[in-house]
């Protein structure tokens, strides 16, 4: 079963197509790179496969489910877990409400292993969230989604602001998981980044796809063209 | 002669200083003539918002009156025809008091009659009761504050004292938890109420519910039988209300204004009460000006007003100089109903003419 | 100390808990929906009709409780449903809308029970003794009910998950509905629940006023202010909102009159606006 496909979608913000005819889908165990400069429709995309923005046309399956209509709420109850690039985190609550906010028994066991890699996050667990800097606010929403340990997670500029190092550890759990059979959409700015995990790329330019295909036959230049045209 | 006249406010209160209230506001007599056929009055009644409680009273008891001036042969040989137009208020504009908007309307009208009532009143409870010291609350307007000037005149001539007077804002969310306090430390023997409509029944139910009116008689100055049923039969102990008309007033006019009333309404009879009883009586005022006049020229409706008699549901009323002269009633409030226990014969305006 | 005195601390208590009570429903459907009900007031207008209803029906008193929460919550999710839902993040939209229906509420009102002042008789007539004076018992009992519910309200929201889940929904709402969240339900749940505040507040009240369909508007304009002043989206808010609001209106009035007072009200509001337009708690 694939976690995530999408077909012929477009949509955007009232009368404005931000995103056209897009297609693309990624397998269980495999990570799929969406790549494009600012403003080409990268988040929209995203949006419109969790449902916060409503499809023009097209067809959105999470874990072999036609999406629809359906809302973002119910959309993460088939399987699918996002950690967005905007308010990544509740500002007003503090990192261990954030992070124990949907957990049944409230407690944070679960989030161990995500500490030894992390410890920056159990140091601050009872601060408020809204006063960590940038990157600890990603590394924050990372440790949430992960933790869900869902079929297919998507992550929207998860390594905006964080520090090489801890990059490196979030390309190591996201390598890991891969092998568990968790499938990735992940939208990235850094290339580095997306070298260390990606099984496939989709590269954006206004709204469609440019180029789209395995890691193997898309090399870096190719990908920097369409980045600086 | 132009087809109609404009009879304007100040002309008709020249007139009808005191009879006259909410029910027909004289400005709504514009365009009362046609040059033959009916003889329209406007009729400014609430029909919305709050106040528009007492609308189906003034329509009724105006209706009443149209019929028995009909009856009679009309205003200079033409049918009266009314026409009622709503004077209740925007949404917006409603924010707090029933009466509120009547009583802007009316307040030139009954200061006249007012006075007196208040002089009778104050006399009434210092004699019969032996009352010493008055505390004064009333709401922030123009009727209130003269109706207590008034008062504390009569009362410093009888020998009592002013133990507080206050003023409440006309239409905001009043309480009366902190003024009740107050009263109740400056323990006076009377307290003169000129607040209207809720402000009246939310003053006297803190009142009653801090026990003091065992203790202390209240005297009111505008409280008819609707505010008297939110005041409720728990709260409306030991206090009084003064005013020119009460539906159990025994007297024979008020009968035959009662089974009138029936007769017109079956068993839809709306609750009468003084701004009902009012509206009637400016009908009656309304045909008796323009019939001796002999026409709705302002000057001629003006100089008709002199020696003017008109029926009203208490009875005949007359106007002397620029005086009515018509009954007071004293009433004290037996639960829900108000008693009549004493009646002031042919009490005279004091108000002196506007124009 | 002087009774005098105490009677007017008991007064500015019971104004203050009273108007934290009426204001409490309002800031909840305003703080955390983002829906400025300007209904509300006739919310508490059918709970006081409900005590009315009770009283005139003989039942006991407190039987009223339960029928003002079966029908301010029903209206309540009829209303959040059917008008509510579909304008939420259109705020003038929802305002209009909120509008209609307090005309439809007094209009309905009007037809069912007339337009003149009723009576609910008070449950817990005369006074009780206490620090040597007299005051009216059923307004002491109405102090110590109000502050209990708002404290069990505080220490919900503050401690439950569900308050932590509610304080997660209002501050980003995107983000909630990403983790599951039932967003939608806990957005009728909680329009359910000011509604029936409002309810509870007019059962509360309806012994003390006249009963009456425009009894609504008197109590309303003043959790406005409580608003203006306390801000959005914290019972914290609320609480110092009433206690500026309230407070002030209740020590002005015993000090001066009910004009400076009100004069006073009016002023801070307007300086709030002005100066800290987000209010002392403002949310976020």
């Known amino acids: 079963m694939i976690p995530i496909s999408f077909s012929n979608v477009s949509g955007g913000y009232g009368s404005l197509n931000v995103v056209q005819e897009l297609s693309g889908e990624v397998a269980a165990g495999q990570v799929l790179c969406i790549v494009g400069r600012n403003g080409v429709g990268k988040s929209t995309l995203l949006k419109l496969l969790l449902g916060y923005l409503p499809c023009r046309s097209g067809v959105v399956t999470i874990c072999g489910r036609k999406a629809g209509s359906m809302a973002p709420e119910t959309r993460r109850g088939l399987g699918v877990s996002y950690c967005p690039q905007e308010r990544p985190v509740f500002d007003d609550l503090s990192v261990a409400d954030n992070l124990a906010v949907m957990v049944q028994d409230g407690r944070l066991a679960g989030y161990r292993h995500f500490f030894d890699l992390f410890p920056v996050l159990e140091r601050r667990l009872a601060q408020r969230a809204g006063t960590l800097s940038g990157g600890e606010k990603k590394l924050l929403s990372f440790t949430r989604g992960l933790a869900e340990d869902q079929p297919a997670v998507v992550l929207d500029e998860p390594t905006e602001g964080v520090q090489w190092e801890n990059i490196q550890r979030m390309a190591d759990i996201i390598n890991d998981r891969k092998a568990g059979g968790t499938a990735f959409i992940v939208v990235e700015q850094n290339l580095s980044f997306a070298e260390l995990i990606a099984d496939h790329y989709l590269i954006m330019d206004h709204g469609r796809c440019v180029l789209t295909g395995p890691h193997t036959g898309i090399g870096r230049a190719d990908i920097v063209k369409h980045l600086t045209v | 002669m132009p087809p109609f006249m404009i009879i304007d406010r100040r002309t008709m209160l020249a007139g009808t200083a005191g009879a006259l209230a909410a029910g027909i506001v004289p400005g709504a007599l514009r365009r009362a003539v046609a040059a033959d056929g009916e003889f329209k009055i406007g009729l400014l009644i609430p029909l919305s918002g709050p106040a528009a409680l007492f609308g189906p009273s003034n329509q009724g008891c105006a209706e009443l009156a149209a019929d028995e001036v009909n009856a009679a042969g009309g205003v200079l040989g033409r049918k009266i025809k009314l026409i009622p137009t709503d004077a209740g208020a925007a949404p917006a504009e409603v924010a707090k008091s029933v009466v509120r908007l009547m009583l802007e309307e009316k307040v030139d009208l009954v200061i006249g009659s007012h006075d007196s009532a208040v002089r009778q009143a104050v006399e009434a409870t210092v004699k019969g009761k032996g009352a010493k010291s008055f505390y004064l609350i009333g709401n922030d307007y123009v009727w209130a504050r003269n109706s207590n000037e008034a008062a504390k005149s009569y009362i410093s001539a009888g020998g009592g004292t002013i133990a507080g007077e206050e003023y409440v804002p006309l239409g905001a969310p009043n309480r009366f938890e902190e003024i009740v306090t107050r009263i109740k430390g400056a323990k006076p023997d009377v307290v003169l109420i000129t607040v209207i409509g809720a402000d009246n029944v939310n003053f006297n139910r803190a009142f009653a519910s801090f026990g003091l009116d065992k203790d202390i008689t209240r005297l009111a100055f505008l409280l008819e039988e609707n505010t008297l049923q939110g005041i409720g039969a728990e709260s409306s102990g030991n206090l009084y209300s003064c005013m020119a008309y009460f539906a159990n007033v025994g007297s024979e006019a008020n009968q035959k204004f009662k089974a009138a009333m029936k007769a017109k309404f079956g068993d839809k009879v709306p609750q009468l009460s003084t701004l009902g009883a009012d509206a009637y009586a400016g009908v009656h005022c309304a045909k008796a000006l323009v019939d001796k006049a002999g026409s709705t020229e302002a000057a001629a409706v003006a100089a008709a007003s002199q020696g003017l008699s008109f029926a009203t549901a208490g009875g005949t009323a007359t106007m002397t100089g620029r005086h009515v002269d018509k009954d007071m009633y004293l009433a004290l409030c037996k639960a829900t109903e108000f008693e009549v226990v004493k009646t002031f014969e042919k009490i005279a305006s004091g108000q002196s003419c506007p124009v | ?284």
Not at chain 3, 20 to 30: D, H, K, Q, R
Not at chain 3, 72 to 88: A, D, F, H
Not at chain 3, 207 to 236: A, E, Q
């Open chain 3, 1 to 284: 100390m002087d009774p005098l005195i105490i009677t007017q601390i008991l007064n500015i208590l019971f104004g203050v808990t009273t108007l934290a009570m009426i204001a409490l429903g309002l800031a909840i459907t305003f703080g955390m929906l983002g829906v400025l009900n300007l209904a509300h007031g006739e919310f508490v207008m059918m709970g006081a009709f409900c005590a009315l209803v009770v009283d005139r029906a003989g039942a006991p008193f407190l039987l009223a409780v339960p029928l003002a929460l079966l029908v301010c919550g029903g209206v309540g999710l009829v209303v959040e449903l059917l008008l509510i839902r579909p304008l939420y993040r259109r705020p003038f939209d929802t305002l209009v809308a909120t509008w209609g229906l307090s005309l439809l509420l007094r209009k309905l009102a009007e037809a069912g029970f007339g337009l003149g002042f009723n009576s609910v008789a008070v449950p817990l007539a005369g006074t009780t003794t206490l620090f040597g004076t007299d005051y009216p018992t059923y307004r002491l009992v109405l102090i110590v009910i109000c502050i209990a519910i708002i404290a069990a309200l505080f220490a919900w929201y503050g401690t439950s998950r569900a308050g932590l889940k509610i304080k997660a929904m209002v501050g980003n709402p995107d983000l909630a509905r990403a983790l599951g969240m039932p967003v939608k339900r806990l957005a009728t749940t909680t329009f359910v629940v000011g509604s029936c505040l409002a309810g509870l507040a007019g059962v509360m009240v309806a012994p003390l006023v006249p009963v009456h369909p425009y009894l609504g508007l008197d109590y309303v304009i003043k959790s406005f202010f409580v608003l203006v002043v306390g801000g959005l989206g914290s019972v914290l808010g609320v609480v110092a909102g009433t206690g500026v609001i309230g407070g002030l209106d209740s020590v002005m009035s015993a000090l001066f009159g009910s004009t400076q007072a009100y004069f006073t009200v009016l002023v801070v509001a307007i300086l709030f606006l002005w100066l800290k337009p987000r209010g002392l708690f403002a949310h976020g």
